[in-house]
T-cell receptor, first 113, second 114 residues
């Protein structure tokens, strides 16, 4: 058990809809990362927060947004969903240093129909 | 552009065989991390290598970081069905690299048949 909790585990929705994925980091970790994993692209970094502030941005679409709350949990909002957004979305947390290992949750499998 | 190339992408072997998976880049990384991911779960860290030429052993797994810190390898001796999974390497560019994010390879999917 990594200590990182992601909900929901599965999500099925229609194109054009909006969903929110939730992540509770490991106790004591200040940094939260969001990744998208698909068969053809592998693990793609989306965005990182550190202690409530955005720290780094990767290949995140404008239709996607995220935030980290004062209690350090994080939410990833995906809107105007397209079929191509179907993927596994992982949250990971770390203590925050550049070389800190990431502790991953078990992911949310999003299916857009 | 995939900054970290892993090879092979897929490998299916029999229990007891040895294997090596490679992680290559044209970029220099301050450290390389190796993760294993099992179906339905998130990646789990196996090891971090930091120094060029460094070799680390974890039971039957041997990890090596290239001298130039551009590549790494993972060697598994006498593979077991429990080794089945997706092996991911991830490079960190370090505090001067402009970002704390890791760069992941696409992974090597290993199946060990009993």
């Amino acid at each position: 058990d990594s200590g990182v909790t992601q909900t929901p585990k599965h999500l099925i929705t229609a194109t054009g809809q909006r969903v929110t994925l939730r992540c509770s980091p490991r106790s004591g970790d200040l940094s939260v990362y969001w990744y998208q994993q698909s068969l053809d692209q592998g693990l793609q970094f989306l965005i990182q927060y550190y202690n409530g502030e955005e720290r780094a941005k990767g290949n995140i679409l404008e239709r996607f947004s995220a935030q980290q709350f004062p209690d350090l949990h994080s939410e990833l909002n995906l809107s105007s969903l397209e079929l191509g957004d179907s993927a596994l979305y992982f949250c990971a947390s770390s203590v925050g240093g550049w070389n800190s290992p990431l502790h991953f949750g078990n992911g949310t499998r999003l299916t857009v129909t | 552009t995939q900054l970290l190339e892993q090879s092979p992408q897929f490998l299916s072997i029999q229990e007891g065989e040895n294997l090596t998976v490679y992680c290559n880049s044209s970029s220099v990384f301050s450290s390389l991390q190796w993760y294993r991911q099992e179906p339905g779960e998130g990646p789990v860290l196996l090891v971090t290598v930091v120094t060029g030429g460094e070799v680390k052993k974890l039971k039957r797994l041997t990890f090596q970081f290239g001298d130039a810190r551009k590549d790494s390898s993972l060697h598994i001796t006498a593979a077991q069905p429990g080794d089945t999974g997706l092996y991911l390497c991830a490079g960190a560019r370090g505090p001067g690299g402009g970002s704390e994010k890791l760069v992941f390879g696409k992974g090597m999917k290993l199946t060990v048949n009993p």
